[in-house]
């Protein structure tokens, strides 16, 4: 894993994700700090880049939008691991949503007992989050795993003191190669920016792709290219803005 991403290019296709890459991780999904230059920093790029920039992120998009108002209302992005995609040309595409009662059902009964413990219902997902009592992540992972194993059409997903439950159908690798497909993004080569084990899926698609996958933080990963924390990456950012 290389530590030193060359900088965008006019041709590149820029990929996103939020948490613990765009931001630091906070205790709750409500809490993160977002960096007073950032909103600025994206419309930037967004501009050079000719519209090739997109959010990829696991976040709802009625959580995350009014974090980055007025910006996220018309940039490219990808929530819910893909099931909600705004495209291009402001359009939306919604994927089915999944029988989530169990998986549910189970994260509420377990989060009724623990307060700690925090239930985040999606539109295509259930997540359980458990940032703020660690002792208990592996009765979460068995509630949700025991939940998921039940549909065939379901799929565990494990990330940074989350575990969730989502419809197999998607996924942030599939909702880049859909961007990839579309205009602008279309004959450019993709980078690809994430830290969880959720973004490993679309590391995968932009290194076949051509393209450069970073890794944001520690661990492993199939990424080529590693930035140490979110103030570093700001800074590549903003220093392949000056190179645009």
């Given at each position: 894993?290389?530590?030193?991403?060359?900088?965008?290019?006019?041709?590149?296709?820029?990929?996103?994700?939020?948490?613990?890459?765009?931001?630091?991780?906070?205790?709750?999904?409500?809490?993160?700090?977002?960096?007073?230059?950032?909103?600025?920093?994206?419309?930037?790029?967004?501009?050079?880049?000719?519209?090739?920039?997109?959010?990829?992120?696991?976040?709802?998009?009625?959580?995350?939008?009014?974090?980055?108002?007025?910006?996220?209302?018309y940039l490219p992005a990808a929530y819910e691991?893909?099931?909600?995609?705004?495209?291009?040309d402001q359009t939306l595409t919604v994927a089915?949503?999944?029988?989530?009662?169990?998986?549910?059902?189970?994260?509420?009964?377990?989060?009724?007992?623990?307060?700690?413990?925090?239930?985040?219902?999606?539109?295509?997902?259930?997540?359980?989050?458990?940032?703020?009592?660690?002792?208990?992540?592996?009765?979460?992972?068995?509630?949700?795993?025991?939940?998921?194993?039940?549909?065939?059409?379901?799929?565990?997903?494990?990330?940074?003191?989350?575990?969730?439950?989502?419809?197999?159908?998607?996924?942030?690798?599939?909702?880049?190669?859909?961007?990839?497909?579309?205009?602008?993004?279309?004959?450019?080569?993709?980078?690809?920016?994430?830290?969880?084990?959720?973004?490993?899926?679309?590391?995968?698609?932009?290194?076949?792709?051509?393209?450069?996958?970073?890794?944001?933080?520690?661990?492993?990963?199939?990424?080529?290219?590693?930035?140490?924390?979110?103030?570093?990456?700001?800074?590549?950012?903003?220093?392949?803005?000056?190179?645009?």
């Amino acid at each position: 894993m290389s530590s030193t991403p060359r900088l965008l290019t006019p041709h590149s296709a820029l990929f996103l994700d939020f948490d613990g890459t765009l931001v630091d991780i906070a205790p709750r999904p409500d809490a993160v700090d977002i960096h007073h230059g950032l909103p600025d920093l994206l419309v930037r790029l967004h501009q050079r880049l000719g519209g090739a920039l997109a959010l990829i992120t696991g976040r709802a998009q009625d959580d995350i939008e009014p974090m980055l108002a007025p910006v996220l209302t018309y940039l490219p992005a990808a929530y819910e691991h893909g099931a909600v995609r705004r495209r291009a040309d402001q359009t939306l595409t919604v994927a089915p949503p999944p029988a989530l009662d169990r998986a549910l059902a189970a994260a509420r009964s377990l989060a009724d007992r623990h307060p700690d413990l925090l239930v985040e219902r999606k539109r295509s997902s259930v997540a359980l989050h458990f940032r703020l009592a660690p002792a208990l992540a592996p009765a979460c992972v068995a509630a949700m795993t025991e939940a998921a194993q039940q549909d065939p059409g379901l799929q565990l997903l494990h990330g940074k003191a989350v575990v969730e439950v989502k419809s197999a159908q998607v996924g942030k690798g599939l909702a880049i190669e859909a961007f990839m497909a579309e205009v602008p993004f279309a004959g450019r080569l993709p980078v690809f920016v994430g830290d969880d084990v959720t973004d490993e899926p679309g590391f995968v698609v932009v290194q076949r792709l051509g393209g450069d996958a970073i890794k944001v933080g520690s661990g492993e990963t199939a990424a080529a290219h590693h930035i140490p924390d979110p103030t570093r990456l700001r800074q590549w950012l903003q220093d392949s803005l000056q190179q645009l």
